[in-house]
Structure formats: C-alpha cells, structure tokens
C-alpha cells in the first residue's frame, strides 16, 4: 500500500458498518440500488452485502439501449455477491415518454432550444427514468436506495440532478476513484467489472473521461494534492464544480 493511501480494507470494513447504521437509524429493512455492469454500483453491492446480508439487498438491472456487456456484468456482479437482481427494461417508457415529449414540442419552443440540448436532454432522461424505478422498489420494500456517486464526481457535478444523483444514502461519496478500486478489489468484484473502462451508458462508446476531457487519475491528484499536474486541467476543474454547486445542494429557499 502506497504511503498516505488510507487502508481499503479498513474503508470497507467502515463505509459497511456505516451503511447498517443508517439503515437501523431510519427504521427501514434493507437497500436498493442500481446495478448498472460499472465498478461503483458493484462495490456499492459488495459494502451493502457486507453490512446487511443478501436478503436485505435487491440490485436492479435497468438498460435503456445500452449494450449487452452492460447487463451481462451487472448480472455477474448479483451473482459474485448472492443478491437478487432483477431487471427492469425501460426502453418502451422511455421511448413512449421521448414521443410524447417531442409531440408537446411546438415550433415556437423548438427555436428557442441551444443547439445540442435535446441530445443531452434525452440522456438525462435516462438516470431519471432509473431513479423512478429505484424508489417504486424502495417504497415497496421500506428500503433505502443508494447512490454509487464517489466524491471524483460529485466535486465536478458528473451525475445527473434528480437521477443518478438522487438517493437516501451516498456510501462512496467521500472516496476518490482509486479508493474505489482498491475496496472493489478487497470485496472481490470481479476483475473484469474493476477493468472496465468507467462509463455512465449514456450512448454507445462514451466514457466518463472522454466526456471530462482528463482522466480520474488527474481528477483524484487535484482533489488530494491540490492540482492535477497540469494548469489548464485545474482551471478546468474548478470550472465545473463552480458550475454544478447546485447538483451537491437542496433547492434555494428564499429568507423572508
């Protein structure tokens, strides 16, 4: 272990016990969450695993367009860990929904549209689509849901507000994503799932990085040193958590 990298293990072991408790403390019988074939939701699995057993655990496998490998290492990531997995296929709502969103769209509002905005106005109707999908089960259940947001990208605002962003308990949020490899590793998510290069399955072929324009390593040494190595990229940095400060708030209230 490098020096100065906090212990996996001890992350693990803590984050686990962290995750039962809050559990206990809102009176709820377990957790759902997303089981999307990425390293965050799997080691997400892992700790709630750890600290509730499997029967109190239920993944939800939810693809809308995504590719095949996506649901393939979900799966596998419910098996290493002996938790139900059910999947979810949202794909006719969110294309009944998309249809009836364009019909609604006049001329008059379609021209004041920026360019590109409905592109990643589609793309976010995805996470929320999900979201949905995770309270129904967690009303259902008395559960909690947990978020698989890491602390690299809830500083730069990579989650998308009232979707993947939304949940009752964040386990992975004060970790930096080299620390969520290294606790995937103790748990023992499988290899392939820790390899993967880190995509929100938005479309075909995009990843997290490519989307930034710098890397999680880059990310992590801003976030622990103090810059990334590279001005530019901290400017950029700094740019995008400015911008998203309110994805990490509640909603302004007025002081009368």
Same mark, same amino acid.
């Given at each position: 272990?490098? =020096?100065?990298? %906090? $212990?996996? %293990?001890?992350?693990?072991?803590?984050?686990?016990?962290?995750?039962?408790?809050?559990?206990?403390?809102?009176?709820?019988?377990?957790? *759902?969450?997303?089981?999307?074939?990425?390293? $965050?939701?799997?080691?997400?699995?892992?700790?709630?695993?750890?600290?509730?057993?499997?029967?109190?655990?239920?993944?939800?496998?939810?693809?809308?367009?995504?590719?095949?490998?996506?649901?393939?290492?979900? %799966?596998?990531?419910?098996? *290493?860990?002996?938790?139900?997995? /059910?999947?979810?296929?949202?794909?006719?709502?969110?294309?009944?929904?998309?249809?009836?969103?364009? %019909?609604?769209?006049?001329?008059?509002?379609?021209?004041?549209?920026?360019?590109?905005?409905?592109?990643?106005?589609?793309?976010?109707?995805?996470?929320?689509? !999900?979201?949905?999908?995770?309270?129904?089960?967690?009303?259902?259940? $008395?559960?909690?849901?947990?978020?698989?947001?890491?602390?690299?990208?809830?500083?730069?605002?990579?989650?998308?507000?009232?979707? +993947?962003?939304?949940?009752?308990?964040?386990?992975?949020?004060?970790?930096?994503?080299? =620390?969520v490899r290294e606790v995937a590793r103790v748990l023992g *998510?499988?290899? !392939?799932?820790?390899? !993967?290069?880190?995509?929100?399955?938005?479309?075909?072929?995009?990843?997290?990085? $490519?989307?930034?324009?710098?890397?999680?390593?880059?990310?992590?040494?801003?976030?622990?040193?103090?810059?990334?190595?590279?001005?530019?990229? +901290?400017?950029?940095?700094?740019? /995008? =958590?400015?911008?998203?400060?309110?994805?990490?708030?509640?909603?302004?209230?007025? +002081?009368?």
């Amino acid at each position: 272990m490098v =020096e100065g990298m %906090r $212990d996996p %293990r001890e992350l693990a072991a803590g984050i686990s016990d962290w995750i039962a408790a809050r559990v206990e403390e809102a009176g709820m019988s377990g957790v *759902v969450f997303g089981l999307s074939g990425g390293i $965050d939701s799997a080691v997400v699995c892992g700790l709630a695993r750890r600290a509730l057993g499997e029967e109190h655990c239920l993944g939800l496998i939810m693809p809308i367009g995504n590719i095949v490998e996506d649901a393939e290492l979900a %799966r596998e990531t419910a098996d *290493v860990f002996g938790i139900q997995a /059910l999947e979810v296929e949202l794909a006719p709502t969110f294309d009944a929904l998309t249809n009836a969103l364009d %019909r609604s769209s006049t001329a008059v509002v379609a021209q004041r549209y920026r360019e590109g905005a409905k592109a990643l106005a589609l793309a976010n109707l995805k996470p929320r689509l !999900r979201m949905a999908a995770l309270y129904y089960h967690a009303n259902m259940l $008395d559960a909690l849901v947990i978020g698989t947001g890491n602390r690299a990208e809830l500083t730069v605002g990579y989650f998308t507000k009232h979707g +993947d962003g939304g949940s009752d308990i964040l386990p992975l949020g004060g970790l930096l994503k080299h =620390e969520v490899r290294e606790v995937a590793r103790v748990l023992g *998510v499988p290899e !392939r799932v820790i390899e !993967r290069p880190p995509s929100a399955g938005l479309w075909a072929g995009q990843t997290d990085e $490519d989307e930034l324009g710098f890397t999680y390593e880059q990310l992590d040494r801003y976030l622990s040193e103090g810059s990334s190595g590279s001005a530019e990229i +901290d400017t950029e940095i700094r740019i /995008l =958590e400015r911008g998203s400060a309110h994805k990490r708030s509640t909603p302004p209230i007025p +002081d009368l």
